[in-house]
């Protein structure tokens, strides 16, 4: 009882941080249709951000999440308005093809500029944690989920309490009726793939302090983004959370008795899904 216990507490730990992983990459999907294939870079620029902000600045990692997420938010802007607003309109290919080929670019460079060895941010509280009867809590996850949560809710009320979030939310139901009210979409479009971008930089600046990391390190974390969003089905941030919560329960239930499985298992519940309910689980067809 008490392992189960432990594994139910370590995959509740782990959906915050797969959904604000994913949530990005849903958001760049779900209102400009394009498939971002370079937000596994942003995740490794995150990463890379606060272990020098740490490593020579002596800044603590959860300090430097702010100016990961501004730093990346610059980037993404940038990004979206001198490249991907020039082919947003073309088929889904090139703007695919586009992603891949940033994705490949920022790689390397960083690979280039920060050398492939793996590193890690350890601070005085790594390790530490507490105990309920059995189960074993570590600070730095449950940091990493709260903040992760905050972050979620934080984009929610952002979409549906503001006027750029609703404007947001309006281009992607309908980018016609929302020129005809007034909205910039190529600002709004700059302003979804930067809010996507900040993302993925929070979301790889709290896995430097979880796990090790190299200038590949987010491939793995695309796919979850990818997988994750397709489970919970695009539209809202709700969806991502259902599939974030989803997905980590499978990952480490079958990872705690089959390890050499949890991927396998991973891609048996997408394709499950995909031949049962294309949209995802929580999606709307408008979205499919």
């Excluded at 702010?66 to 993404?76: E, H």
């Excluded at 929610?156 to 939310?169: D, H, Q, Y």
Aim: one cysteine or more; a positive charge; charged letters at 10%.
């Amino acid at each position: 009882m008490g392992e189960l216990a432990q594994i139910a507490v370590n995959a509740l730990l782990l959906s915050g941080i797969l959904a604000l992983v994913a949530l990005g990459f849903s958001l760049v999907w779900g209102i400009m249709n394009i498939v971002n294939l370079a937000h596994g870079a942003f995740i490794v620029l995150g990463a890379y951000t606060t272990y020098y902000l740490h490593a020579f600045l002596g800044v603590d990692p959860f300090l430097t999440l702010p100016l990961a997420m501004a730093v990346l938010f610059c980037l993404g802007f940038a990004i979206q308005r001198v490249l991907i607003n020039q082919v947003v309109r073309a088929p889904i290919l090139v703007t695919f093809l586009l992603t891949f080929g940033l994705q490949i670019l920022i790689v390397n460079l960083v690979n280039y500029f920060c050398k492939a060895d793996q590193r890690s941010v350890t601070v005085l509280y790594s390790g530490t944690g507490f105990d309920i009867g059995t189960v074993r809590v570590p600070y730095i996850r449950l940091a990493a989920l709260g903040i992760s949560i905050a972050l979620v809710g934080a984009t929610e009320w952002f979409l549906r309490s503001s006027r750029p979030g609703r404007a947001i939310r309006a281009t992607g139901m309908d980018i016609d009726a929302a020129r005809l009210t007034g909205v910039n979409v190529a600002t709004i479009y700059a302003l979804t793939f930067a809010i996507g971008a900040a993302l993925a930089g929070a979301a790889g600046s709290l896995l430097s302090v979880i796990v090790p990391f190299d200038p590949n390190f987010g491939n793995i974390y695309l796919f979850w983004a990818f997988v994750i969003s397709v489970v919970g089905g695009l539209g809202s941030v709700s969806n991502v959370l259902i599939g974030a919560t989803i997905m980590a329960f499978v990952n480490v239930f079958v990872g705690a008795r089959l390890p050499q499985l949890s991927h396998a298992a991973t891609f048996a519940v997408l394709v499950l899904l995909l031949v049962v309910r294309p949209q995802g689980i929580a999606g709307k067809k408008f979205y499919a």
